[in-house]
């Protein structure tokens, strides 16, 4: 991703996902189902137009930080969110303990 252009995040609560815009556009989003202490993240896409810029890494990020700041457990049940979560082990705390094993966290 460039420097130029900035990615913004909005949470689309109607549709529960996440929502990435480039240049005000959607280029990615994160399916997500909340849960009493939880947020499962099931699904994240990003646009085949924007693949390859650090959308997909961005928005993992973002959804991430705001489970932390919301106090949330994180569910990765979507593989992307998931491997995110192995590589960026800053994250791993987030992951709710019965199903570390599961994930491979």
């Known amino acids: ?5 900035a990615l913004t995040f909005t949470n689309n609560e109607a ?3 996440y929502e990435a815009a480039l240049d ?9 189902n909340l849960l ?15 693949e390859g810029k650090g959308v997909g890494s961005g928005i993992a990020k973002h959804v991430l930080d705001e489970a ?3 106090g949330l457990h994180v569910i990765p049940v979507c593989q992307f ?8 082990r800053e994250y791993a705390d ?12």
Not at 81 to 88: L, S
């Open 1 to 5: 991703m460039t420097t130029s252009t």
């Open 15 to 17: 549709q529960h996902r």
């Open 24 to 32: 005000g556009k959607l280029a990615a989003y994160a399916e997500y």
């Open 36 to 50: 009493t202490d939880a947020i499962m993240f099931t699904h994240t896409e990003v646009l085949p137009e924007h």
């Open 68 to 70: 932390r700041a919301k």
């Open 81 to 88: 969110i998931a491997g995110y979560i192995r590589k960026h």
């Open 94 to 105: 987030l992951v709710r303990a019965d199903v570390q094993r599961a994930f491979k966290i």
